[in-house]
């Protein structure tokens, strides 16, 4: 009879990455229905771990204040932190992130059972139950699959879902009705920006698209981060709402009231897909083993073989969010 009756998850970062471990979460909520599973990240991302089904609690790492002016508050942060994971008594310990960092935290949990990812072999000792990721899968796939590799709980086609807690669905409709945008009608989210300037398309190029579907009658909204406000200026001088002032929660909520959401690859992107959003996502690749809209090949769009991502026209991004939206508009 299995004994487990505390877990803690870790994976500290980044959006999407934190994203791709929802199904992991709900096959170890099935596996183990008794337990008191918590979830520790980074500070940043607590409000959105804290919206997981089947989550009990978060704990938040504050991995800036170290490389910050503010490092004292982050030594005290850090040391609390350490004493909550050394006295939790967790039975389990499933670290999905592949840091030195994170693998000390399970061995310093002095939990029985501890499950991770570790690319080298120093960090392989801080589990009972070491993995290299495997590199031939979607991400999602590799996190559920390091769980029955360790011979944890299994269950078959684990969801991948997520929905926005109301109070950040009520900050969400507060900016559709600040920028006079009607919820009922077809909004297009746009998330232009990435995290890596190398798998962004033009941001100059979305502009012929947004202004396309603005005149068909489209509600255009712009999604950022406050590093994007400057960038982002361009699409903001040409009136369309643009979000680098509403937190990530919001940025959720607004993808969560649209019909289609275009974007690079990014955490967003891959939200809205579990959120149950139609995508529309410019990558360079959608081969399988990388992350894409998870199951949805079909709603990438790929520069021509050996081609750049600059190579994909607007006029083919344009017939891909028409074809979305007319589907959507047929169901």
């Not at 974007?263 to 081969?287: F, P």
């Amino acid at each position: 009879m299995d004994t487990t009756k505390r877990v803690l998850i870790i994976r500290t970062k980044s959006i999407g990455d934190i994203v791709f471990t929802i199904p992991a979460v709900n096959v170890i909520r099935a596996g183990f229905p008794d337990a008191d599973i918590t979830f520790l990240t980074s500070c940043e991302f607590e409000p959105l771990v804290d919206a997981f089904e089947g989550i009990d609690r978060v704990l938040g790492m504050d991995r800036h204040s170290l490389r910050s002016v503010h490092f004292a508050r982050g030594i005290a942060a850090t040391w609390q932190l350490l004493r909550e994971v050394r006295s939790g008594g967790f039975d389990l310990v499933v670290d999905f992130q592949n840091y030195g960092e994170t693998a000390a935290l399970a061995w310093l949990s002095r939990a029985s059972r501890r499950v991770g990812f570790a690319s080298r072999r120093l960090r392989s000792r801080a589990f009972t139950s070491p993995a290299r990721r495997w590199g031939t899968a979607h991400p999602i796939d590799e996190n559920v699959r390091l769980l029955r590799e360790a011979r944890l709980p299994h269950v078959e086609d684990p969801p991948n879902f997520y929905a926005v807690p109301e109070p950040h669905m009520e900050k969400a409709r507060a900016f559709l009705r600040a920028h006079d945008v009607d919820p009922s009608g077809q909004i297009l989210f746009v998330q232009p920006l990435t995290s890596q300037t190398w798998k962004n398309w033009p941001l100059e190029r979305y502009l012929p698209v947004v202004r396309h579907f603005r005149a068909e009658g489209v509600s255009v909204l712009v999604g950022g981060g406050p590093a994007d406000t400057e960038r982002l200026g361009l699409l903001r001088d040409e009136g369309f709402p643009v979000t680098t002032e509403e937190s990530l929660m919001t940025d959720a909520g607004l993808m969560q009231l649209s019909t289609i959401v275009l974007g690079g690859d990014t955490g967003l992107i891959h939200l809205a897909v579990a959120m149950r959003r139609r995508v529309v996502a410019l990558m360079w690749s959608k081969a399988p083993d990388q992350p894409i809209p998870y199951l949805r090949p079909e709603w990438v769009i790929t520069p021509a073989s050996g081609g750049r991502l600059d190579s994909i026209g607007e006029r083919e991004v344009s017939e891909h969010v028409a074809g979305a939206l007319g589907a959507r508009h047929d169901s």
